[in-house]
């Protein structure tokens, strides 16, 4: 798009996963400089994201965060076989995503992939909620909304999801 050299003013900020079959500009049917999206295994909330989420909200003037979580999500079934099998990771990496995701798996109790998926979301929303006084801060001034959503890789729609 013309205009755009001069900066970006995207109306959102969508934390997802890095999964191939999650294309969000195309999901969400936006063009360049319409979302500000970082992507990351597990649509995790790491000091990286927060940073970058942050800065989207402070910078850019961002007022909606949306964390999209999808089905058949490889980091949360990972943390789910993790969790189950009270094991650690062999790669400290990929243990860093899982130690991430585990805390939204233990209270449940048998849980479907479904339910997983919708735990992670819910607790990374809680995360960038509580766990950056920034976004709190913009949050209590009535300047941000974070909510969470689900994409279903089997029939293309989002679902959000109540907090």
């Not at 909330?45 to 970058?52: F, I, K, T, V, W």
């Not at 990374?124 to 950056?132: A, F, G, I, K, N």
Request: glycine share 8%.
């Amino acid at each position: 798009r013309l205009g755009m050299e001069s900066g970006q003013t995207p109306f959102a900020v969508v934390l997802a996963c890095s999964d191939s079959r999650v294309p969000v500009e195309l999901i969400f049917d936006q063009g360049p400089g319409d979302l500000f999206v970082t992507r990351v295994a597990g649509n995790i909330a790491a000091p990286s994201q927060l940073g970058s989420i942050e800065f989207a909200a402070t910078q850019l003037g961002t007022k909606l965060v949306v964390v999209l979580g999808h089905s058949n999500c490889g980091a949360v079934s990972a943390a789910l076989d993790a969790v189950a099998k009270n094991h650690a990771v062999d790669s400290p990496n990929l243990g860093a995503i899982i130690d991430l995701i585990r805390p939204a798996l233990e209270p449940l109790d048998s849980p479907t992939m479904q339910d997983a998926v919708a735990a992670n979301v819910r607790h990374t929303v809680r995360q960038l909620r509580h766990d950056s006084p920034i976004l709190a801060a913009s949050i209590d001034a009535g300047e941000l909304v974070i909510l969470g959503a689900e994409y279903s890789i089997e029939c293309g729609k989002v679902e959000f999801l109540d907090s």
